[in-house]
């Protein structure tokens, strides 16, 4: 079954070199997945893969919430390569495309998260202590979801559009 | 040739925008390179791979390399100046550290970021070059410097009587204000427009003595006028030649005090009448009875200040009988 946003990610992919230079109809879903997040027997990232190049873990106390959210993806991934019909939670696409906020986002959407946040700075550069806060924030909004929902959601150290959806509305003192 | 700036934190996404997609393969060719993402970290290690395994570059292959590169002047330059690390880069990849090298393939336009303008460079330079490189074994960079032999900016020369001025550049309306005094037969030209022309036309009335019972008296003529005239003139003593120290400034202010003095000559006195012309016509013919020029700063090399306001006041001494249908008919303007 062709999924479009597959097509987007493997043409992104072979744009900036993770996956070979090939037409992208010629790419498997597993290869684009491998190029994504590449992990040994241990789920512990290989280098030279798209999620380890943009989501890093810059406080080792986060470790433990790291090496989850890597697992839980990977957990969504694994299930999609068994059974092609899994739907993919829209969240494990967010990474997959850079739409969460990260060091290597636009600098116009790190400076705005990171005002939201209240932790901007010069160089508008993540930091151990901005990747707590938004744990905590993620953490806060997981919580609130109902229990069907939140297995297999970890919170997230990285600017997930909930993360944004929930520093304005705490904004406008909302939430 | 070209060389293109690459830095160790350039994506292979931010190449092929720069480059274009179809051409990144040919220079990824070109400098040995394989796809991955961090292109640019990648291209550092390279180079430093080649610094490790590559030999010495002699001064007869250096020689050989500056001969390939004698079409752009800035790559024979920079290649000349660079280090014994960066000839082996030369030798292997055809390159410097910073840089890839672009193949001939590609066209890409000019720019900030990349070498190779295209111009040869001069025989001088490259005679100097490899006989620096064959005595030495390096280039010296002072045959580059150019500056002691850079050609001399000739700023706009000043001084009285020039007649190319900085003041060229603007609309100074000479011969537009001009005033003519017969004390010395002279006329000087006003750099500037009056600011200001206040005129002022006069008539002098007696009331009829021992008038009673009248609801208002009687008004008598006796005269008309002067007619007063006060010019006021805003200048600057760089407006004539460029150069403030010319006089020409303060001869003109001389020339308007002086109207306020005759000529004595034995017992005769003669004074001046003046005659301003506004775009060749004449505003006023008359008597200057007041010269104020007030100077204010900045001030200038001779120590004296640049700027004048002179306001004139002219009493009229009309040339031909004034009545009212002379004053009626006269022009508009003038």
């Given at each position: 079954?062709d999924?479009?946003?597959?097509?987007?990610?493997?043409?992104k992919?072979?744009d900036?070199?993770?996956?070979?230079?090939?037409?992208?109809?010629?790419?498997s879903?597993?290869?684009?997945?491998?190029?994504?997040m590449?992990?040994?027997?241990?789920?512990?990232?290989?280098?030279i893969?798209?999620f380890?190049?943009?989501?890093?873990?810059?406080d080792?106390?986060?470790?433990?919430?790291?090496?989850?959210?890597?697992s839980?993806?990977?957990?969504?991934i694994?299930?999609?390569?068994?059974?092609?019909?899994?739907?993919?939670p829209?969240?494990?696409y967010s990474?997959?495309?850079?739409?969460?906020?990260c060091?290597?986002?636009?600098?116009?959407?790190r400076?705005?998260?990171?005002?939201?946040?209240?932790?901007?700075?010069?160089?508008?550069?993540m930091?151990?202590?901005?990747?707590?806060r938004?744990l905590?924030?993620?953490?806060g909004?997981?919580?609130?979801?109902?229990?069907?929902?939140?297995?297999?959601?970890?919170?997230?150290?990285f600017?997930?559009?909930?993360?944004?959806?929930?520093?304005?509305?705490?904004?406008?003192?909302?939430? | 040739?070209?060389?293109?700036?690459?830095?160790?934190?350039?994506?292979?996404?931010?190449?092929?925008?720069?480059i274009?997609?179809?051409?990144?393969?040919?220079l990824?060719?070109?400098?040995?390179?394989?796809?991955?993402p961090?292109?640019?970290?990648?291209?550092?290690?390279?180079?430093?791979?080649?610094?490790?395994?590559?030999?010495?570059?002699?001064?007869?292959?250096?020689v050989?390399?500056?001969?390939?590169?004698?079409?752009n002047s800035?790559?024979?330059?920079?290649?000349?100046?660079?280090?014994?690390?960066g000839?082996?880069?030369?030798?292997?990849?055809?390159?410097?550290?910073?840089?890839?090298?672009v193949?001939?393939?590609?066209?890409?336009?000019?720019?900030a970021?990349m070498?190779?303008?295209?111009?040869s460079?001069?025989s001088?330079?490259y005679?100097?070059?490899v006989?620096?490189?064959r005595s030495t074994?390096r280039v010296?960079?002072n045959?580059?410097?150019?500056?002691?032999?850079?050609?001399?900016?000739?700023?706009?020369?000043?001084g009285?009587?020039?007649?190319?001025?900085?003041?060229?550049?603007?609309?100074?309306?000479?011969?537009?204000?001009?005033?003519?005094?017969?004390?010395?037969g002279?006329?000087?030209?006003?750099p500037?427009?009056?600011?200001?022309?206040?005129?002022?036309?006069?008539?002098?009335?007696?009331?009829?003595?021992?008038?009673?019972?009248?609801?208002?008296?009687w008004?008598?003529?006796?005269?008309?006028g002067?007619?007063?005239?006060?010019?006021?003139?805003?200048?600057?003593?760089?407006m004539?030649?460029?150069?403030?120290?010319?006089?020409?400034?303060n001869?003109?202010?001389?020339f308007?005090?002086?109207?306020?003095y005759?000529?004595?000559n034995?017992?005769?006195?003669?004074?001046?009448?003046?005659?301003?012309?506004?775009?060749?016509?004449?505003?006023?013919?008359?008597v200057?009875?007041?010269?104020s020029?007030?100077w204010?700063?900045p001030?200038g090399?001779?120590?004296?200040?640049?700027?004048?306001?002179?306001?004139?006041?002219?009493?009229?001494?009309a040339s031909?009988?004034?009545?009212?249908?002379t004053?009626?008919n006269?022009?508009?303007?003038?």
């Amino acid at each position: 079954m062709d999924i479009f946003i597959h097509d987007i990610i493997k043409i992104k992919y072979i744009d900036e070199g993770y996956l070979p230079d090939y037409p992208y109809h010629l790419i498997s879903d597993e290869e684009m997945f491998e190029a994504f997040m590449k992990t040994d027997q241990d789920n512990v990232l290989q280098d030279i893969c798209f999620f380890k190049d943009n989501y890093q873990c810059l406080d080792p106390e986060l470790q433990e919430d790291y090496d989850t959210l890597v697992s839980e993806i990977l957990y969504h991934i694994y299930e999609y390569l068994e059974d092609k019909t899994y739907k993919i939670p829209d969240w494990v696409y967010s990474y997959m495309l850079l739409e969460c906020i990260c060091d290597n986002s636009k600098v116009e959407d790190r400076h705005d998260y990171l005002v939201l946040l209240g932790l901007d700075n010069i160089d508008d550069k993540m930091s151990g202590e901005i990747q707590a806060r938004n744990l905590e924030i993620s953490r806060g909004w997981i919580n609130k979801f109902p229990s069907e929902y939140k297995e297999h959601r970890p919170p997230t150290m990285f600017g997930e559009p909930h993360v944004i959806k929930a520093l304005r509305l705490q904004s406008v003192e909302i939430g | 040739m070209k060389l293109l700036n690459v830095d160790k934190n350039t994506t292979l996404s931010e190449l092929s925008k720069r480059i274009g997609r179809s051409n990144l393969n040919k220079l990824l060719n070109a400098n040995k390179l394989d796809r991955t993402p961090k292109i640019g970290q990648a291209f550092v290690d390279l180079c430093n791979n080649i610094y490790q395994t590559t030999p010495e570059v002699s001064s007869d292959e250096k020689v050989k390399l500056l001969n390939t590169l004698t079409d752009n002047s800035d790559i024979f330059e920079e290649v000349s100046l660079t280090s014994e690390n960066g000839w082996k880069l030369v030798s292997q990849l055809r390159t410097i550290p910073g840089k890839v090298h672009v193949p001939d393939t590609v066209e890409l336009a000019d720019s900030a970021d990349m070498l190779g303008n295209g111009i040869s460079i001069s025989s001088t330079i490259y005679s100097q070059a490899v006989s620096s490189i064959r005595s030495t074994g390096r280039v010296d960079s002072n045959i580059f410097e150019t500056s002691g032999s850079s050609p001399s900016i000739a700023i706009a020369s000043s001084g009285s009587g020039a007649t190319s001025t900085v003041f060229d550049s603007f609309h100074v309306p000479w011969g537009d204000i001009t005033l003519y005094s017969t004390g010395s037969g002279e006329t000087v030209d006003f750099p500037v427009y009056p600011e200001e022309l206040s005129d002022q036309a006069v008539a002098n009335y007696t009331q009829m003595p021992d008038m009673l019972y009248q609801y208002e008296p009687w008004q008598i003529y006796t005269s008309s006028g002067p007619r007063q005239c006060n010019i006021n003139f805003k200048f600057h003593r760089d407006m004539w030649s460029g150069d403030h120290r010319d006089g020409s400034a303060n001869n003109l202010v001389r020339f308007c005090e002086a109207q306020c003095y005759p000529n004595y000559n034995g017992s005769a006195v003669n004074a001046p009448t003046s005659t301003l012309y506004i775009v060749g016509k004449p505003w006023i013919t008359g008597v200057i009875t007041s010269v104020s020029p007030v100077w204010s700063g900045p001030i200038g090399l001779d120590g004296f200040y640049l700027y004048c306001e002179m306001e004139l006041q002219f009493t009229e001494v009309a040339s031909q009988a004034l009545s009212y249908s002379t004053i009626r008919n006269k022009s508009v303007v003038g």
